[in-house]
């Protein structure tokens, strides 16, 4: 509390030197660029008023690109995931995901949209947008979504954990479960009002309050492997058989869940989706 004013916070996101970064609630969790490769204390960054009477205050601790990397002989890494190009700062993109029935959102799209670009900040409307090849050669696209107030993640995090005040309003069993109806639900990729269709949601899984920790202090390139901890079946992802598409965003801790490493008031999960194109 500051002033009787309920504080929230932002949590981190991804960036690593061995891939190219782009970037950019009751008040919940929304993510912040880190260090990949040196942890360093979350500094607060500036308030931000939302709704009231809630204030956020981004906590920051990278806010610009990583140079892109050298890339191996013979081998490139590019922004781009089929037609969807994250070079391209002018057109907005968005990823909508269609449930297959109505158990989650009733039913109704989930939509995360944003600008890609090479810089992050809460409420800017930019996602974090990396890429790296798998050990396979398979190129992974990966993106840091913000889930506050207005954040691009945040239609995710509601659908799947909905929104209390300052906490989820379903317990972790119906989460879980809703992470599992909307695994294998059709998605859908549009940029600059040109959508493509024939893509999956094909693997959805949730950091525990206990795996934020390591997780925010990984590299982009190890989050699939951290991940797949909580969730074996992302195990088949890490040398994929085709590009993929990775997005991340945040979630509340859960009652009975643990103050752990790298958990704060206001952000103690993550979901991480992978979307691939095909049946």
Same mark, same amino acid.
């Given at each position: 509390m500051i002033g009787g004013v309920m504080v929230a916070g932002i949590l981190p996101g991804k960036s690593n030197p061995n891939r190219r970064t782009a970037s950019r609630a009751l008040p919940p969790p929304a993510t912040v660029l880190r260090d990949a490769d040196r942890a360093a204390p979350l500094q607060p960054?500036?308030?931000? #008023?939302?709704?009231?009477?809630?204030?956020?205050?981004?906590?920051?601790?990278?806010?610009?690109?990583? #140079?892109? #990397?050298?890339? %191996?002989?013979?081998?490139?890494?590019?922004?781009?995931?089929?037609?969807?190009?994250? =070079?391209?700062?002018?057109?907005?993109?968005?990823?909508r995901i269609q449930p297959a029935g109505t158990e989650v959102n009733r039913g109704n799209p989930i939509s995360i949209e944003f600008y890609p670009g090479s810089h992050c900040?809460?409420?800017?409307?930019? %996602?974090? %947008?990396?890429?790296?090849?798998?050990?396979?050669? =398979?190129?992974?696209?990966?993106?840091?979504?913000?889930?506050?107030?207005?954040? =691009?993640?945040e239609p995710f995090r509601r659908a799947v954990e909905g929104a209390w005040i300052n906490q989820a309003l379903y317990p972790l069993p119906q989460v879980q479960a809703n992470l599992e109806a909307l695994t294998g639900a059709k998605v859908s990729l549009s940029q600059g009002g040109k959508s493509q269709d024939g893509f999956r949601l094909a693997a959805l899984v949730r950091v525990p309050a206990e795996g934020v920790g390591a997780y925010f202090r990984s590299p982009v390139s190890a989050a699939l492997r951290l991940a797949a901890r909580s969730n074996p079946g992302l195990k088949s992802y890490l040398e994929p058989n085709q590009p993929l598409l990775v997005f991340e965003t945040c979630g509340w801790k859960m009652p009975g869940e643990p103050w752990a490493d790298g958990v704060t008031s206001t952000s103690g999960s993550v979901y991480l989706g992978v979307i691939v194109k095909g049946k």
């Open positions: 960054s500036r308030l931000t #008023p939302t709704q009231p009477p809630y204030l956020y205050f981004p906590l920051t601790l990278r806010t610009h690109a990583d #140079p892109p #990397p050298t890339p %191996a002989a013979g081998t490139t890494a590019i922004l781009k995931f089929y037609k969807i190009d994250f =070079e391209d700062q002018r057109e907005r993109v968005s990823i900040a809460f409420g800017d409307g930019y %996602a974090c %947008a990396n890429v790296y090849l798998a050990g396979n050669g =398979e190129q992974v696209t990966f993106l840091t979504v913000h889930s506050g107030i207005g954040g =691009e993640g």
